[in-house]
C-alpha cells in the first residue's frame, strides 16, 4: 500500500450530519485509487453493510475498514476500529450496552465502558480545535488508557491558522508520546454536497440557514479529496500520513468473516438439525396424507429436502415450526403467507395450509439453487396475540440472541420538502425556489431515524449482539438490530416475518362459538381440505361479501359478479386480480373478457404459454410477470430479482429507467409487440410493491373461503366474531350488523343484565339458531375495566344504576355512558330516566358512602320530555355507533322525497344510463393510487348502499361536497355492468345540514357520521 | 333603584381589538367591563337619561360602532346574565322586571352561559332550553351538574348576586387633572404636566421604580383624545429628564377647541434602584450627562430606531458579522468569536482590487501592490478559507475565498484575500 487511506468518514447514517450515502463514498474512494476507507457513523454500524456490500460488487481493491464514532457522554468522542473478527464483536456489545440502556435513537456510554470493550480496538481521536483543560485531560486519559494503539488525528481545516495550530497540536502530542495521523473529518463525497450538509445541520438545529451561523461549516473541505491532495497538505508530517496505512493495514477484520448460525437447540436431543427436520416432515405428511403419501408429493419432500441439507437451512425451518408450534399451543390461529407456500416441507410442518405439490407450485421461487439467498418464511398470527408470539420469542431465546430487523426510514418527497423549506425560512423568495427544489430532491432517500420492521425477527445461536449492535424500539419491550433486511441477506441472515392479521383474530373466536353453541369442531386445515362448497360460491357470486376477508372491499364486491367464482382456484385468482398490480398493467378486461368466453385464450408466444396457461393467457401472479422478462426479454432469474426489487425501493429511481428500456428491447428481440411489452413492464412496476406471488393469493383465498364459509352458515356467529375483533376490516359495526340482521340473524340490544363485554350468543326459544346480544364494548366511552368489573359482580341480575355502581365500583362516568348507550332496558328504565339516576352518583364518593346517596334518588321522579324516536336514533348512533330502531335516513325520507331524491333500492331496479338523485351518508371514501383522478364513494340509506364514482373534474368542483359532507346527494346517471351498478356523479352536493332535523332541539349534537376513509 | 345592564357583543372582532372599544365605553358608564374576546358590559344605572332613555343610548351605541366598523349586537336587561343571553340569543332586546323570564324562556342552555360538559350532560336529559331547565329542583341540579349551573340560571334571574369587574381599576401609576376651562398653548399643558410628572415620579422613587414608557391622554372638548408618548432606554423618575422628552413632542399635539381634561400614565414599568447623590450632583443633576440621557435625547429627536448598538454576529463572512441594532431593543449578547479567526476592526467595504505575486500558483503571496504603491510581503498566514451563503445568493454554486493575514516589510499588516477568478482584494487593515 501507499499514499493514503481515510480513516474517518461520516455518512449519512450519522443522521443529520453526513451529506452522502455510504455507497457514494467508498465509489468515490474507490475511484480516487484510495488503498482503504473506513466509515465512523457516529455510535452506529447502520451503513457498514452496505457500504462493504458496495465495494465487494465493485470487486474493487480498496479495503473497506469497519470502524465507529463512540460519541462519550462526557461530550468528547473516539474513533474506534476492530482490528478482527472479536473485537468487532466487543464493538457491537459496546453499542448494544450503550444502546440498550438508552432512549430510542440515543446512546449513552463511558470512558470506562469503552475500555472494557477495548481488546483488539485501534482508537483514533479528532483532531481538537481547541486545545482547553478538558480537551488536554481527555486526550491524556484516552492516551494512558489505550498505550500503544491509540492516535491522535491531525486535519487541514482551513480555518486559517492551520500550519500554528496542527504544530501546536502536534507538539503537545509529542509531549506526551502520542503518535499522529492525518484525516479529512469527511462529511460528504463531493464538494457540491456542501450545501445539502448545510441544510441537513439546519434541519438537525431546528433553525434557518440564516440563523444557523458557526453550526455550519465555514468551507467546504470536508469532502473526501483524492490522495494526492491529502499527501500534500500533510507533506510536513509524513509520519502521520504513513500512520494512516499502518493502522488500515492492522485493521484485519473483514465483513466476509462474518458467520451467522441458526440455533441449535431446538433440535431434539441426540438428533442433528437435519435428521430432526427430516422426521418431523415425514410424520407431518403422514398426518396430511393419512392413507398414504403420493410417490410425487414424497417426491418434493426428498427434492427439497435435499436442498435444505446442501444450503444449512434445517435449523431455520425449525426454528419457524417451534413458534408455530407455540402458537398452535396457545390455541393461536396462524398461517403463513408470502411464498412459503411454495414449499412441501412448510405444508408438512403446519406452517402453510397451501399443498404446493397439487396447486402445483414451484419450491424455486421460496429457495432457489441460482439465488445464495437465506429463505424468508413470513407467518400471520391473530393480531391480538401477535405480542405474545413476540415475546415468547424473546423469552425463549433471549434479547441478546433474538431482535427484530430495522427498517430505515427515508425521507420522503412531503417531509423532504418541508423540512428544506423550514430551513429557508418563510416565506422564501422566487429566486429561491429551484434551490429548495434541488436540495429537496438530493435529500429525498436519506435515511431518518431507524424504525421497527414489522415483525421480522432474526434468531442467532450465539449472542446476536456479537454480530450487529441492538438497540431499544419506541415500543415498549422491544430490541431492534441495526440493519434491515436487505443487509440481512448480504450478511446471509434468515429471518421470520411475525405479522399479524385481524381476520385470524375473528376466525379464531367464529370457531370457539362455533364449538360452544353448535358442538362444531372445525379448523383452518379441516375447513381447507374441503373448499368446494357450491353454497359458499354462490354466495360470492351475488357480491353477498360483506366481512369476508379480503372480497369485502368495493373493488372486489365489483369483482365477484363478474368473476363469478365456482370453484377455489377463482377465489385465488380473485384476490389477485384486484391489485395496483394487475389494473395498473390492464390486464383485468381481458382477463375477464376471456373468461366470459368473449374472447379467443390466446398466447403472445409458445415460451409464454407455459408461463400464462394458468391464468387464460393474462399475468395476474408476481411470478408470472417476473418469468416473462425471464423468456420473453432474456432477463436472468437473477436480475429478474434485482428488477423486482429496485421497484419495491423508490430511491432507486434511475435505476428502473434503464431496466425498462432493457425490458422493452428484450421483448422485441423477441418478436412481441411494443403494447403488449409495454403492458407487461407497467405491471412489473405495479407488482414490484402491490402485487401478489400465486403462493400468497392461494394462502389469503384460504382464508377467504374460510370467512366465506363461516358467514354462508353461521351468519350469528359471523357477525359476533366480527364485533369483537374490531377494529378490523372494512366496515363498521353497523355495517356488520345490518349485514346480519338483513341474513336473518336477531340483534339485541346492549343491556346491564345481559350483555358481556364482547358479543355473546343467545338461544331463539323454539328455534336452533342463536341471537347476537350486543356487548359492551361497543358504548363510547366505556372502560374495559368497568365493563368487566360489571359482568363480573352481576350474579342474579341488577335493579338499578346504584347497584352496579355498589357492586362493580363503577363511577358515574361510566353509568352515564351505559344509560346513554340505553343499556337499562331490562330493568324499565329507558334512556333519558336512566341517565337522570346515574348523574345523581359521584364518582368521588368513597364506597362506604354510596349507601346513603340512595337518598338522592328520593329526589322527586322527574317529569323528563320524552324523545321523539329520531332522536333516539340519533342518541343510539351518538353512544353506540349504531342503532337497531331506524335508519336515520328514514326519519329524513319525506325531507328527501320532496328533494326528488330515490333510495338506494329504487336505484337498483331502474334501467342503464338514467338519471338520478339519489342521498345518503357517505360510509367510505377511496382514493386509490391505481386511479388517482377519481375518488369512490359509498352512501347508505335506510334501504342499503349506493356506489359513487367521481370523476376529477367534478370532485374537483364540488371538493367540499366530496371531501367533508356527512350527508351527500349526488345527480348523476346510472351505469350497469352485469349485476354491477354504479352512479357516475354530476354534481354533488353537501345536505348535511338536513341531519339536525333529527334532533332539532336547540344545539343538539348530531350523529358523527363514521366514514372510513381509504387510500 | 333596578340595576340595569348593557351587554355589546361584537360576534367578528379581531382578537385583542375589544380593548380598545372598552375604552371608548367609558362615556356611556364610569362601571364598564370586558367580557371575553368579545362581549363589553356596562352598568347602566342612573346613566341611560342622559343619553334620552335606555332606546337611544343602546341605538347610541350600536351606530357609533357599526361606524367603526363592527359588527355589534346589544341588550339591555336587569342583569348581566340576562343581558349576555338577550345579546347573544335573544329575539328581543331591552327588558325589565317580569317579562325577562318569559324573554329567556325559550332561550338554548348555551345562553346560560354553561360549560361544554354540563350542557351536553342535560341535552342526553332531553333538557334543550331555559325553560326546561328551571323545571328541574334546584337541589337535583346541583348534585348532577354542580353548583355553577344553578348559579348561572339565579343570577341571569336576579336571584344571585353577580359583581362587575371594572377594567380600569384604579390605576397605580395614573395622575390626571380635570381643567376648570379648557386650554390651548403649549405653556399650560407644560405646567400641568409638569404638575403631574412631579405627583407621578414621587411615587415612583418612593417604590424604587422606573418608568420605560409614559403616556399623556388631552381629552378635547369635541370627544377627541390628543395622545404622545415617551420611551426611554432606560427607567427613570427624574422629573426633569421625562420633561424634555415631553416637550420635543408637544408642539404636535393638535388641542383643537381646547382639552378639558389630561391624565398620565407610566405603561410600561422597571425596578431602578434608589441613587445616592452626592453635593456635585444635587445641583448638576447627573442623568442630564449620562450616556442614557445623551441616547434617549437623540431617541426622542432622531427616532430611536436610529440610534443603534454594535452586536458582533456569528457570521464567518466579514460583511455579515457584525450588526447594528436599535437601542430600545434588548442587549443581545454578541457572539463568542474563536480567537483564530481574527478580524480587522473596519472592513474596506467594498474590498479594494490589488495585484499580487505569488511565488507558485495557488500558494501564499509575496508581493503586493495597492493604489500604485508596492509592498514586499515579509510574513503571511493563511489560507482561511471561507465559502459563500449560498443561499443568500440563491445558487447552488459555492464561490470560496482565501483569506491571508499579512506583514509587510515595513511592519505594516493587511487582510487580503483570493477570489474564485485569481483576482486579489485588501479587505482591511490588521492591528
Redesign the interface.
Known sequence: MSGYAELQVSSNFSFLRGASDPRELVVTAREYGYPAIALTDRNTLSGIVLAHGQLKKDKSSTKFIVGCRLDISDGSSLLCYPTNRYAYSRLTKLLTLGRRRAEKGECILSLADVADHSDNQHFILPFPQVLNEAAIAHIKACTEMFRGRIHLALTHSYRGDDKSWVHTVAEFANSISLPLVATNDVLYHDKERKLLQDVVTCIREKCTLIEAGFRLEANAERHLKPPVEMTELFEAWPDALEATLEIAHCCRFSMDELRYEYPDEIATPGKSAFDDLEERVQRGAEVRYSDGIPPKFQEQIDHELKLVEQREYAPYFLTVHEIVKFAKDQGILYQGRGSAANSVICYCLEITQVDPVARKLLFERFISAARNEPPDIDVDFEHEKREEVIQHIYEKYGRDRAGLTATVVHYRRRRAMNEVRKVFGEPFSEEQKPLLLELTKQLIGFPRHLSQHVGGFVISRGPLDELVPIENARMKDRTVIQWEKNDLDQIGMMKVDVLGLGMLSAIRRAFELLQRHYQKEVNLSSLSSEREDPAVYEMLQKADSIGVFQVESRAQQSMLPRLKPKEFYDLVIEVAIVRPGPIQGNMVHPYLKRREKKEAISYPSKELENVLSKTLGVPLFQEQAMQIAVDGAGFTPDEADQLRRSLATFRHVGTIATFEHRFLQGMRKNGYSDSFAQNCFNQIKGFGTYGFPEAHAISFANLVYVSAWIKCYYPDVFCAALLNSQPMGFYAPAQLVRDAREHGVEIRPIDVNHSNWDATLEPIASSSRYAVRLGLRMVAGLSEKDGKALVAARNSGYSSPIEIANRAGCNRRALDHLANADAFGSIKLPRRKALWQTSALDGRMPPLFRESTGSLFNDPEMDLPSPKPSQEVNADYLATGLSLRDHPLSFLRPRLKIRRAITAAELRKLPNEKSVLVAGLVLFRQHPQTAKETIFLTIEDETGAANLIVWKNVHEKYRQAVYKGKLIACRGTIQREGQVLHVVARYVWDWSDQLKNLDDAPGAAILPARSRDFR | MARRFIYLYFPEIPVDHLQLLVEWCDQYSPLVSQDGNDGIVLDIAGCAHLFGGEGKMLLHAKSRFTRMGHRVRGAIADTQGAAWALARFGKRFIVAGEQTASVLDP????ALRLDEEA???L???????IA?LR???K??LA???GPLVVRRLDQAFGKAEEPLNPYRSPAPYRAGRILAEPIVTTNAVQYVLHDLLKEICARLDKEHLGSRRMQLDCYRVDGKIAKCEVQTSKPVRSVSHLMRLFSEKLDALNAGFGFETIFISVDDLEAAAPVQLDFSQISKPSDEKSIDALVDRLGTRLGFNEVCRICV????LPEYAVKFTPVTEPIAPS?EW?S???RPIRLIDPPMRISVSTIHPGGSPVYFQARGQGRRIVRS???????S???RE???S?T?RD?Y?IEDDRGLRFWIFRADNGSWYLHGRLP
Open positions: 332561550l338554548p342552555l348555551q350542557i351536553l350532560g341535552h342526553h336529559l332531553g333538557i334543550y332550553t326546561a323545571k328541574l329542583p337541589q337535583s348534585t348532577r351538574f454576529c456569528e457570521n464567518y457572539a474563536p483564530y479567526r481574527i498566514e493563511g489560507p482561511e478559507r471561507l465559502t451563503e449560498w443561499w440563491q445558487t447552488l459555492l470560496t483569506y493575514r
